[in-house]
Nanobody
Framework: HVQLVESGGGLVQPGGSLRLSCAAS????????MSWVRQAPGKEVEWVAG???????????SYADSVKGRFTISRDNAKNTLYLQMNNLKPEDTAVYRC??????????WGQGTQVTVS
């Protein structure tokens, strides 16, 4: 069955960095667009970044304005893993971060999430 397992969250000071990972199993990872979303307490889910399933030469990444220039999404299809490198973290980045397969699809599948706290 499909599993998306996030890791790498934690407590970090403002200005610090974290790298989140999302290990996928039960799917042909390379065939799927992948995204990161986040949800802060009392707030709606916010899309953070997305990356296409295209071969690396044509692969495209996109970012929310709130994280552009600070976060980098990437994927390693050989390892079935999605990453989110987060630099210059701010308190407003505090949230549960979840990876999502095919976010814009009826077949979207969400991981359970990893907590990031910037304080």
């Amino acid at each position: 069955h499909v599993q998306l397992v996030e890791s790498g969250g934690g407590l970090v000071q403002p200005g610090g960095s974290l790298r989140l990972s999302c290990a996928a199993s039960g799917i042909t990872f390379s065939r799927h667009d992948m995204s990161w979303v986040r949800q802060a307490p009392g707030k709606e889910v916010e899309w953070v970044a997305g990356i296409t399933s295209l071969p690396s030469l044509f692969r495209a990444a996109s970012y929310a304005d709130s994280v552009k220039g600070r976060f980098t999404i990437s994927r390693d299809n050989a390892k079935n893993t999605l990453y989110l490198q987060m630099n210059n973290l701010k308190p407003e980045d505090t949230a549960v971060y979840r990876c999502v397969r095919d976010l814009a699809s009826l077949y979207a599948y969400w991981g359970q999430g990893t907590q990031v706290t910037v304080s």
